[in-house]
């Protein structure tokens, strides 16, 4: 009896619902902290900005003093790192920098395009301000007690620089799951070296260890091991008691006989899927001791595929990383696009804008799973649903852009 086909979506809520987030945290520098998963919620200590400073170069004035055509006499200047804290008169202004703080008694500041200068002392305000007018209040980006940066947060540059602002120096962070990475078969050849008759370059471990390098993952590299089971055995165990994942391809078909296969079923509790989408119908996941096993197909798209689409989502969840939802677009198709129903097809595409502004999306050529060379000259994935047949030009379809791990 042939193994019923599992849909994406099914698939990846077991995988989801029995893998729990890493709890080990670290402290560590801010420095350190880019791309690195927050474990607990940051607040802000202070306000920002810390007080009322001017949005523009001009002059600080009080609304009551400065009416079209009025004359202020000047009685300082307020810069950046340089306030003026001097008592004013009425009918007197300062002039003022971007980011000085706004002296005490001023309610606008006046741009300086919308003065003249009068004489050496004075100036003539050509337009009336509005009260507030360029002045950026004190706790407008950032109040005390404000939540920052939610728990679960991977850390962008733009929040590196937010943690800046407030004076953080340290940060507390989850720690990174190791995932260990891996190859079998005797006929593989590490890059560089020389292909002997039936033999290929063992690219897959390469392609997923970059991939991985743009997740929150401390990888562990076990080389390429030759098909023999004791050799497997011992190194699936020591990566089973000292890492957090494990992934490999190939393998991992139902009904194969393969190496990979009888050492997994021996150490550990795996499922032999045959998930309904295409390319990466055969995937493996389970348990070995203490790692969680990804067993992906075999032909390079299709591990590229299932590692984005099944494997990231879970090992994102297993890191901590949380508030993340891939993007999903709607364009229309330019040209036909083949599919049978009875599995979701996640075709090579390239999107683009058309004249009008709207999101057209053509194959990126071939689809065959062995062909990588389309994944280069793609910029998206089209998703065609399950049941879903053939399209044509004109048709709307879902289109999802690369996610980093294509980076």
Not at 54 to 70: E, F, I, L, P
Not at 157 to 174: M, N, P, R, T, Y
Not at 219 to 247: F, P, R, W
Not at 304 to 309: A, H, L, P, W
Request: hydrophobic fraction near 40%; proline fraction near 5%.
């Amino acid at each position: 009896m042939s193994q019923p086909l599992k849909p994406v979506t099914e698939a990846l809520a077991e995988m989801l619902a029995a893998v729990e987030v890493t709890k080990e945290k670290e402290v560590i520098e801010l420095s350190d902290a880019h791309g690195r998963i927050l474990s607990r919620p940051i607040n802000s200590t202070l306000d920002v900005p810390g007080y009322d400073n001017s949005a523009m170069d001009g002059y600080a004035v009080r609304c009551k003093d400065a009416q079209s055509g009025s004359r202020l006499t000047i009685a300082g200047v307020a810069a950046a790192g340089h306030p003026f804290n001097d008592k004013v008169e009425a009918g007197q202004c300062v002039r003022i920098m971007t980011g000085a703080p706004v002296p005490d008694g001023f309610d606008a500041v006046v741009i300086q395009e919308n003065t003249e200068a009068a004489d050496d002392n004075s100036v003539v305000v050509n337009k009336a301000p509005s009260e507030g007018e360029n002045i950026r209040r004190r706790g407008s980006d950032m109040a005390v007690g404000e939540e920052v940066i939610a728990e679960g947060t991977k850390l962008s540059s733009i929040d590196i620089g937010l943690l800046a602002s407030l004076g953080v120096a340290e940060v507390s962070v989850l720690k990174k799951p190791k995932v260990a990475v891996f190859s079998t078969g005797d006929e593989l050849v590490a890059p560089g070296g020389k292909l002997a008759e039936g033999q290929i370059y063992d690219s897959n471990r390469y392609l997923l260890k970059a991939m991985l390098s743009n997740l929150p993952v401390d990888i562990v590299d076990l080389g390429c091991l030759k098909d023999d089971l004791n050799a497997l055995q011992k190194a699936l165990s020591e990566a089973a008691t000292n890492c957090d994942a494990i992934i490999t391809s190939g393998g991992v078909s139902v009904g194969d006989a393969d190496f990979t296969k009888d050492a997994l079923e021996q150490l550990g509790e795996v499922n032999f899927w045959k998930v309904a989408m295409k390319p990466g119908k055969p995937f493996a996941f389970g348990q070995l001791g203490n790692a969680w096993f990804f067993g992906l197909p075999g032909n390079p798209v299709a591990a590229t595929v299932t590692m984005d689409q099944l494997a990231q989502p879970v090992l994102r969840h297993l890191s901590g990383e949380k508030h993340f939802k891939p993007l999903e677009l709607k364009a229309v198709a330019s040209a036909p696009l083949k599919k049978r129903p009875g599995r979701a097809d996640y075709q090579r595409g390239f999107y683009e804008q058309d004249a009008q502004g709207g999101l057209t999306v053509s194959s990126a050529g071939s689809q065959s799973s062995a062909v990588l060379s389309t994944v280069k000259k793609a910029n998206c994935l089209i998703l065609l649903e399950q049941e879903q047949g053939a399209v044509e030009p004109g048709e709307t379809v879902k289109v999802l852009p690369f996610s980093r791990l294509f980076d």
